[in-house]
């Protein structure tokens, strides 16, 4: 543990050294982006309140939910905390830069929030999600570890926190109240009543795909689109590329795994690889696949970081719909990575399908990696692309 610093207003200017109660800290988002700062105000509130308050006397239970690239599992590493998120580039961040503070990354305590072992927590810290969904199922997740004593507080930016975000805490843990604002980022205090009964609720949402045929989607909690269709899927779907060379396909950012699936209906290929940093995601895609295909065709499901682990020159086609924000920053950065791993798994004469966006510009950057790019439809929001390996 580096040495406490306890003033939280030394704060380096510097991007990646992280001065808070625990001590200072250096961090890096995954992808870097050395625009960018990997912690917010949000993240420094917490860290002070619970030292200012004394709430780390050892032993601790501690779970930390949705840290998003480990400024909390970092500076409360020394009470060894479990740590619970939906995403890979979080898991690998967390790992990375418990390294680059001298801190083992083995002892990483890592849920990926699909499930939680019923374990009773001392004190739970909570980044508040964008996502409604998201956090009402991670409340209910939580329920069963949640004892009479159990500390729980959240924390977010103030533009984040809606009265939504305290009724969940209200309806699903208990009484809830919120702290004064502090560079525009508020706690939440929710007190465990366990006499709440809180009624069960279905968290995935589901729709009816129909192309050829109809095709089931549910989605869990925090999978993009859960509830329809996307309408930038839509167009690549209506714009499916079919052809009897396409063996083997990848999904690249798959979500509920739709780009995939009329793939396959529409391809017959021999096998197919779904991968996406989002744990609810890959999940889905794989229950969504099952249930069109069972066994019928060979399938992979990864977590992973864009095509990271899939072999070079194994893909006859990629369909993608990049994301263009990471967490509340947009950027285009994970695209790259895309584009570039892409071309990676793709055989020479392959084919890499895109939809985005217009004004996000895939076109130019899709070219850079490929050296070409057709586009293939457009509408007024929307653009299909098309690059081939050579
Ligand atoms: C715009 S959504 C598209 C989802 C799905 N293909 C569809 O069309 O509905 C982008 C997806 O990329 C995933 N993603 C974001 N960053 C990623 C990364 N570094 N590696 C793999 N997938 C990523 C997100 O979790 C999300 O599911």
């Known amino acids: ?119 009773a927590f001392d004190l739970v810290l909570i980044k508040t999600p964008k996502s409604h969904a998201l956090l009402e199922f991670q409340l209910r997740l939580l329920k069963p570890s949640i004892g009479a004593n159990t500390i729980i507080i959240a924390s977010g930016m103030s533009r984040s926190i809606h009265n939504k975000t305290l009724q969940l805490f209200e309806t699903i843990v208990g009484p809830t109240t919120t702290s004064l604002a502090w560079k525009k980022s508020r706690l939440i205090f929710a007190t465990p009543n366990l006499s709440l009964e809180v009624p069960f609720a279905n968290s995935s949402d589901r729709f009816v795909l129909e192309t050829n045929r109809s095709f089931n989607i549910s989605s869990h909690a925090n999978v993009f689109s859960r509830g329809r269709l996307d309408e930038g899927s839509q167009l690549l779907i209506e714009h499916m590329p079919i052809n009897e060379q396409y063996r083997d396909i990848a999904d690249l950012g798959c979500g509920n795994g739709v780009l995939g699936i009329i793939a396959s209906s529409l391809n017959k290929p021999s096998s197919i690889i779904f991968a996406d940093e989002s744990y609810m995601a890959v999940s889905s895609a794989k229950q969504n696949f099952g249930e069109a295909f069972g066994k ?62 217009r004004h996000l510009g895939y076109h130019t950057k899709v070219k850079k990696v490929f050296g070409n790019c057709e586009m293939i439809t457009s509408n007024q929001k929307f653009v299909v692309l098309k690059a081939v390996k050579q």
Request: aromatic residues 8%.
């Open 1 to 119: 543990m580096k040495k406490p610093t306890g003033n939280i207003e030394s704060s380096s200017k510097k991007l990646t050294e992280m001065s808070v109660s625990q001590g200072q800290f250096t961090l890096n988002r995954k992808p870097i982006d050395v625009k960018l700062q990997a912690w917010e105000a949000a993240d420094e509130y917490l860290l002070k309140y619970v030292d200012e308050q004394n709430l780390l006397a050892e032993p601790l239970s501690l779970l930390i939910i949705n840290d998003a690239f480990g400024a909390l599992t970092v500076a409360l590493a020394a009470y060894k905390p479990t740590t619970m998120s939906d995403s890979y580039l979080a898991q690998q961040a967390m790992m990375e830069n418990l390294s680059a503070n001298e801190l083992d990354p083995a002892a990483l305590k890592f849920n990926n929030g699909l499930s939680l072992p019923a374990k």
């Open 296 to 357: 019928s065709i060979k399938a992979h499901f990864k977590v992973t970081d864009c095509l990271h682990g899939v072999e070079d020159e194994s893909i006859d086609l990629v369909l993608n719909n990049p994301p263009f924000h990471q967490l509340n920053a947009i950027g285009d950065a994970i695209a790259w990575q895309m584009f570039i791993d892409a071309r990676r798994v793709l055989r020479k004469d392959a084919a890499l399908y895109v939809v985005g966006n």
